[in-house]
C-alpha cells in the first residue's frame, strides 16, 4: 500500500513524466463540460419555446400533448448532457490518484445514475401515455 501513497504523492507517472498528456486529459474533460452545458441549454431553450409555442397556439388535450412532447425532448437532452458529465468526471479522477477524489466520482456516479433512472422512468410514463 506504501506504493500507492508515494504515488499519490509525487503525482504518479503520468504527472512526472507525462505532463503534457496530463493537460491535454485536462482540456479534453474540460470541452467535455462545456459540451454538456451547451447540450443543457440547447435543451432548455428548445424546451421553453416548444412549450411557449403550445401555450399560445395551442388548446386543450393538443396544447398538453404538445407540452408532455417537450418535456420528453427536454429530458433526453439532460440525460444526455449526465452521461457526458459522467465522462468528464472519470477523466478528471484516473489523473488524479487521490483516494478523496475516487469516493467523490463515487459518489457523483450514483447520484446521476440514480437522477437518470427516475428521469427515464418519468419520460416512459410521458411517453407512454402519448401513445409513443
Avoid at 506504501?2 to 513524466?17: A, F, K, M, T, W
Amino acid at each position: 500500500m506504501g506504493g500507492l501513497l508515494e504515488l499519490e504523492q509525487d503525482g504518479g507517472v503520468l504527472h512526472g513524466r507525462f505532463h503534457w498528456l496530463v493537460e491535454a486529459l485536462e482540456w479534453a474533460a474540460a470541452g467535455i463540460d462545456i459540451a454538456a452545458i451547451l447540450l443543457i441549454l440547447i435543451g432548455a431553450a428548445r424546451f421553453v419555446l416548444g412549450v411557449g409555442a403550445a401555450e399560445l397556439f395551442q388548446r386543450g388535450a393538443e396544447r398538453v400533448i404538445k407540452t408532455n412532447r417537450e418535456r420528453v425532448e427536454l429530458g433526453r437532452y439532460i440525460l444526455a448532457s449526465l452521461e457526458l458529465f459522467i465522462v468528464s468526471d472519470i477523466i478528471h479522477t484516473a489523473l488524479s490518484l487521490a483516494f478523496a477524489d475516487l469516493m467523490f466520482l463515487g459518489l457523483l456516479v450514483v447520484i446521476r445514475s440514480i437522477i437518470s433512472f427516475f428521469l427515464d422512468r418519468e419520460l416512459e410514463l410521458v411517453k407512454k401515455d402519448l401513445g409513443d
